[in-house]
C-alpha cells in the first residue's frame, strides 16, 4: 500500500520527536521513501543526522542555508502526503493560522497533497480552547487529524494529548490510501441535517439533528470515489471536503434542492430529519406575547423521500431513514413501502448511543427484498460504512 510512496516527515518540537525515528523505520520498511523537515526547536529533541541516517536523505531546517534556498514547493509537490509528527501546540497554532516562520510551515502552506497531523502536548494545553480552535480550523482546512492518546505525558502527569503509536499512525495512513474504488464516479445525493421553519423573523420550529449521519456517508461516498452532492441543513458541525455542499434551511428548500439533483444520481440516501409541518404564514414582524395560550397553524411539508420514489428509475436507487421511538420493525417497514424506497435504515432513540448528535449509532437496514440486516452500536463512520456495503451487496 505504501510501497514507493513519497512522505514528507515534518517533525516539531516536543519530546514525542524521539517517535520520528520509529516512524521513518517503519515507513522505509514499508517500501516507502522519507524526507524529513525539523523545525529548529525540533533539534533539541532529535539530531537532525539520526533521521537523515535513517531516511537516507538529506533533512530539511532552514528556508535559507548558507546561499543556497530550499525549495518548500517542490518538497510539497514531491510528496505523496505530508505528515506532521509531533505536532507541537506551536506548530499547530502557526498552521492553523497561516503563520509562515519557518520552513515547515511555507512547505504546509504551499503543499498540494494530503496532510496528516498528529498533535503531541501535555493535556492542558490540548484541552485549551486555543488549542481545540485550531484543531477544528485544520480540519475544516482538510487536514487529516490523528487522535491523541491518553497515558502518560512528559510533565509526569496522566491524561490526553500524547502522540499515537507509530504503529498507528502507520496504518492510518496505510488505510487512507486503501481507497476503494467500488463507488468510482457514482453520482450520489444525500440529504442531512435538520429544517428550520420559520415562524416569523426571529424564530423558528427546528430539531435537534446535527447531520452527523449524513455528514459520516458523504465522507464515505467520496472514500470510495463517488460525485457526492450534500444538501445539508444548518448545522455547526465540519463539513467534508471533495463534496458539492448545498446550504438549505427550510424543507421546501431542501425539497427543490434535491428534487433539481436527482435525474443524474445513481444512488439518493435521505438522512435529514425534515420537518413535516411547516407554519402556514410566516408572521413579517416578531409576533408580540399577548395571550397566556398561543397556537400557530401548521401545514405538511411534502415528503422528499416519498417524492423521490414516485420519480425514479429503475436505475436508481432510494435509501431512507427512519427515525422511530416505537414499533420500530413495522414502522420502517411502512416507510419502505409507502415512499417506494429501496432501502429504510432504522435507528431508535430506545437504543442508547443511537439517533441525534450521539457519534455513535445503531440500526437495522431493510431492503425491497425482504432482506434484514442488524448491526451492533458503532461509530457514525463505521455505520457509513456498512450502509454503503449493504446497498453495493444488491
Ligand atoms: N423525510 C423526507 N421529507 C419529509 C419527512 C421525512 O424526506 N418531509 C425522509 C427522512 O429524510 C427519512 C424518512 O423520510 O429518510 C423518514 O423520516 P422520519 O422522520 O423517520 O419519518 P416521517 O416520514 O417524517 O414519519 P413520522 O414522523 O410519522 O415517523
Known sequence: MLKQKKILLAVSGS????????????YVKEGAEVKVIMTNAAENFIPALTLATLSKNKVFV?????????????????????????????????MA???????????????????????????????????????????E???IIIPVNSGELASGLIGQGRMAEPEDIVKMTKDFFKIKDDLLNKKIL???GPTYEQIDPVRFIGNNSTGKMGIALANECVKRGALVTLVLGPTTEITPNNVNIIRVKSAEEMLNACILNFNEIDIAIMSA?????????????????????FSIELKKTEDILKHLGGIKTSEQTLVGFALETQNEEENALKKLKNK?????????????????GHNTNKITIFGKDGSINYFDLKTKEKIATDIINTILKK
Open 15 to 26: 519530546i514525542a520527536a524521539y517517535k520520528a525515528a520509529t516512524l521513518i523505520r517503519l
Open 340 to 356: 417506494n424506497a429501496d432501502f429504510i435504515v432504522l435507528n431508535s432513540l430506545q437504543d442508547a448511543g443511537a439517533g441525534f
Open 190 to 192: 444525500i440529504s442531512a
Open 141 to 143: 482546512y482538510g487536514n
Open 273 to 293: 430529519a425534515v420537518a413535516d409541518y411547516t407554519p402556514n404564514t410566516v408572521a413579517t414582524h416578531k409576533i408580540k406575547k399577548k395571550e397566556d395560550f
Open 97 to 139: 493560522n497561516g503563520i509562515c516562520d519557518n520552513l515547515l510551515q511555507a512547505v504546509y502552506l504551499s503543499a498540494t497533497c494530503p496532510i496528516f497531523v498528529a498533535p503531541a502536548m501535555d493535556e492542558d494545553m490540548w484541552v485549551h480552547a486555543a488549542t481545540q480552535r485550531n484543531i477544528l480550523k485544520l480540519n
Open 62 to 94: 532552514n528556508l535559507f542555508e548558507g546561499d543556497t534556498w530550499s525549495n518548500h514547493v517542490m518538497l510539497g509537490r514531491w510528496a505523496d502526503f505530508m505528515l506532521v509528527a509531533p505536532a507541537s501546540c506551536n506548530t499547530i497554532a502557526k
